[in-house]
């Protein structure tokens, strides 16, 4: 039997990770199939138990990553104090490894694909939610100088600087405190799919030197990309390579194999 793969979310309509996954497969030769479910919004255990009788592993996305880490029986390193698992695998003993590859997707997608070094930098991180929580401990192991998390309410960006606080050096504070440039900013919130913008100052943007990145993708520039652009960020980047990369790391992960992923992103855009 084919070895069977899944995204499971709610909703899935739209996502890209079924066509990602084919062409990793047709690339390196791996004989998979790989489909997108919909889980009801009050049984996503019970999709993810009926595919995994057969299935080998799954992709969670929205919004049951951190259901996804409650109902797997160990974590990797780098899902353990992320909260929330992206990919599982079902080890050969039947029991759930749950992993999280999106922070190496974001600092793989920043350092390799749009070549901006992200050691001694300053960075903020707008968002305290799960999306920013996901990639904390890779955007530190990075090395900057460096890491402050902003967030409208700002008792969550202080939990979540104090969560990863020895693992380097990592702040916390509310949109307006800060006023100085930064060298890159990287938009972990979900105002962009409202078309909304988080209330953060333009003289964070020093014009023709700090980078923005919208954890978010859209077929046409996010409202957080328009905004950075309009204030002279440097570079622009939405999270569609972060996608690929994160689907590259949870591949690697199940099939011993990291896909070339420039030809996948190229293909996509
Ligand atoms: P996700 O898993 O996408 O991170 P989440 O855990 O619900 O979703 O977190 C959403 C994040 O987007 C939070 O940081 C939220 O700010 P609050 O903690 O203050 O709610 C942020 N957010 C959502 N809409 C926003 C808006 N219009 N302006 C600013 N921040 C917003």
């Known amino acids: 039997m084919t070895d069977r793969y899944a995204v499971i979310g709610n909703p899935i309509g739209h ?3 079924p066509q990602i996954h084919r062409m990793f497969a047709e690339q390196t030769g ?3 199939t790989y489909e997108a479910l919909l889980a009801p919004l009050d049984d996503f255990a019970g999709t993810l138990r009926g595919f995994l009788v057969e299935g080998l592993g799954v992709n ?6 951190e259901q ?5 029986d160990s974590h990797t390193p780098a899902a353990e104090r992320a909260g929330a698992v992206n990919t599982i695998q079902r080890l050969d003993d039947g029991s759930l490894l749950g992993d999280n590859t999106d922070g190496k997707g974001l600092v793989r997608d920043l350092q390799h694909n749009a070549g901006l070094s992200l050691a001694g930098l300053k960075i903020l ?3 305290a939610g799960g999306a920013a929580r996901g990639v904390v401990q890779p955007l530190l192991a990075a090395g900057p100088s460096q890491l402050c998390i902003v967030n409208r309410t700002v008792s969550k960006a202080e939990e979540l600087a104090a969560l990863f606080a020895d693992q380097g050096p990592v702040s916390a504070a509310g949109f307006r405190w800060i006023e100085e440039p930064v060298d890159l900013i990287i938009n972990a919130t979900s105002a962009s799919l409202a078309g909304d913008l988080p209330d953060i100052s333009p003289n964070l943007i020093r014009r023709g030197h700090t ?3 919208d954890m978010m993708y859209a077929s046409e520039a996010t409202a957080f990309n328009r905004w950075a652009a309009e204030q002279g960020a440097a570079r622009c980047v939405d ?3 972060m996608l690929v990369e994160q689907a590259a790391e949870a591949f690697l992960l199940w099939r011993g194999v990291r896909p070339d992923t420039a030809s996948v992103l190229k ?3």
């Open 15 to 17: 996502s890209k990770s």
């Open 30 to 32: 791996e004989a998979l």
């Open 60 to 65: 969670v996305t929205v919004p049951f990553k």
């Open 68 to 72: 996804a880490w409650a109902l797997v």
């Open 125 to 127: 991180l707008v968002g």
């Open 211 to 213: 980078w923005c990145y």
């Open 239 to 241: 999270g569609l390579g």
């Open 267 to 269: 293909a996509l855009r």
